[in-house]
């Protein structure tokens, strides 16, 4: 089983639509879980950063961890043509590097 | 605001040759890192550096890979005899305060090709 596990999508979905996008992990030593945005042939951008179980919202964004299921989730409400990108969980334990999940492709259409 | 710029955006070279990759990361972040992205596949990590020295590194960062900090401002990462499976997105990134603190902040990329 992968560390990190991700669907690649692609997701389609109509502008104005909530979006989930989950990981899945098997390490439950996992502490810190992220999500980025990456847009086509860009670097990943830093999008939410939580610790351990819960909720935490920004605009639009809120990102949910259940460590007891070990899943994580991010919402994106209103969702708008210009959130067209890829979506890469990333999580890690204490101090050490992250380990990236695959990435969703998300596709909003007008 | 302040960003992670790499250099070349593109980098084509024939299989064999060494390639240098460029970066200058956000100037009061003191960890650097090197990810790399194989078209269609997951970010994986290749190495971190603090304090002019190597502190974590992953099993692609072999031999044929070496960072440096030449100056106070750039980050390379060279590949010593390039190989057609090292096409592949290069990332740079920077963090503040290292893996405790602040996420690290991404560049754009330079591409490699190998041919």
């Known amino acids: 089983q992968k560390e990190v596990e991700q669907d690649p999508g692609p997701l389609s979905v109509p502008e104005g639509a909530i979006v989930s996008l989950n990981c899945t992990y098997s390490?439950?030593?996992?502490?810190?879980f992220m999500w980025y945005r990456q847009y086509s042939r860009k670097g990943p951008e830093l999008l939410m950063y939580?610790?351990?179980?819960g909720n935490k919202e920004d605009g639009r964004f809120t990102a949910q961890v259940d460590k007891s299921s070990k899943y994580i989730s991010l919402f994106i409400r209103d969702s708008q043509p210009s959130d067209s990108a890829t979506y890469l969980c990333a999580m890690r334990r204490g101090s050490y590097i992250p380990t990236f999940g695959r990435g969703t492709s998300l596709i909003v259409h007008p | 605001e302040p960003e992670v710029t790499q250099t070349p955006s593109h980098q084509v070279t024939q299989m064999g040759q060494e390639v240098i990759l460029r970066c200058v990361p956000i100037?009061?972040?003191?960890?650097f890192y090197w990810y790399r992205q194989i078209l269609g596949q997951k970010v994986e990590f290749l190495v971190s550096f603090y304090n002019n020295e190597i502190s974590e590194k992953s099993e692609i960062f072999d031999d044929q890979f070496s960072v440096e900090r030449p100056d106070g401002s750039n980050f390379t990462l060279k590949i010593r005899s390039t190989k057609l499976e090292d096409s592949a997105m290069y990332f740079c990134?920077?963090?503040?305060?290292?893996?405790?603190?602040?996420?690290?902040?991404f560049g754009q990329g330079t591409r490699l090709t190998v041919v």
């Open positions: 939580t610790y351990s179980s």
């Open positions: 100037s009061n972040h003191l960890y």
């Open positions: 990134a920077s963090s503040e305060g290292g893996p405790l603190a602040t996420e690290a902040f």
């Open positions: 390490n439950s030593a996992f502490q810190y």
